[in-house]
C-alpha cells in the first residue's frame, strides 16, 4: 500500500475521505506527467497547467506531483522556487494588450524580466510574427506556438525564425498535448535537429 493509518475506527472514518482525495489527485498527477515524459523520450516537459485548477491549493498540489513525474519546469513559480525548477510562463497576449503595442511589450518585458526571454508568437500571419520579433532577437529564447497539431507549423516556424537570424531561438509547442500526441511529433522530428530542441508543454487533466 502507499499509505496504512492505523487508529481508532472514528478517526479513520473521518480522515479516509480526505486522505484518498489527497493521494489520487497526486498519484494521477505523477502518473500522467510521467506517461507524458516518456512519450518526449528526452524532449524536456513542463507543467502550465496551473491556471486550469480550480483553487490555488490544487495548483499547487498538482505541480508537486508533475514534479515528481519528472517534468523539468513548472508554472506555478511558488512550487518551481521551492523545488530549484526553473520557473516557467510566457509573454502572455494579455501582456500585449495592456500595453497596445508589441514593440512596447517586449521591451518593457526585457526591462522587468531580462533573464526570461520566453513569449508567445503575436496573434496573426506566422511570418509576419516572426518579423515583429525579430528586432528583439537578442532577447529572446525561446518562442511559445500552440496548435492543434504542431508539426507542419513548427517547421513553418522554425524555418521563419532561422530566416530572421534567429536560429538560437527554441520553439516551445503547446496545446491539448498528450501522450500519443507527443509520442507522434517526436516520430515525425518535428523540428529538433542540430542545437534545436522541440520543449513540449504538458497540461494534465484535473
Known sequence: PILRVTAP???????????????????????RAARLVDAAQGRRVFD???????????????????LVGGVAGSGLTETAIAEAIPPMGTLSQGFYAAYGD?????????????????????PGDMVEGVLALSKHRKNLRVVRLDHDDLNAPARRLR??????????????????????????????QAPGGGVEVVVVEARHPQ
Not at 16 to 26: D, K, R
Not at 52 to 64: E, V
Not at 102 to 122: H, I, T
Open 159 to 188: 524555418g521563419a525564425l532561422n530566416v530572421a537570424g534567429m536560429g538560437n531561438v527554441l520553439i516551445l509547442g503547446g496545446g491539448e498535448l498528450d501522450e500519443a500526441r507527443i509520442a507522434k511529433l517526436v516520430q515525425q
Open 102 to 122: 508589441l514593440d512596447a511589450a517586449l521591451e518593457a518585458f526585457r526591462v522587468y524580466f531580462p533573464d526570461v526571454g520566453y513569449v508567445s508568437l503575436p
Open 48 to 66: 502550465l497547467s496551473t491556471p486550469l485548477h480550480p483553487s490555488p491549493d490544487a495548483a499547487a498540489r498538482a505541480a508537486r506531483a508533475a
Open 9 to 31: 475506527l472514528i478517526e479513520v472514518t473521518l480522515l479516509e475521505t480526505a486522505l484518498l482525495q489527497a493521494v489520487s489527485f497526486g498519484s494521477a498527477v505523477a502518473t
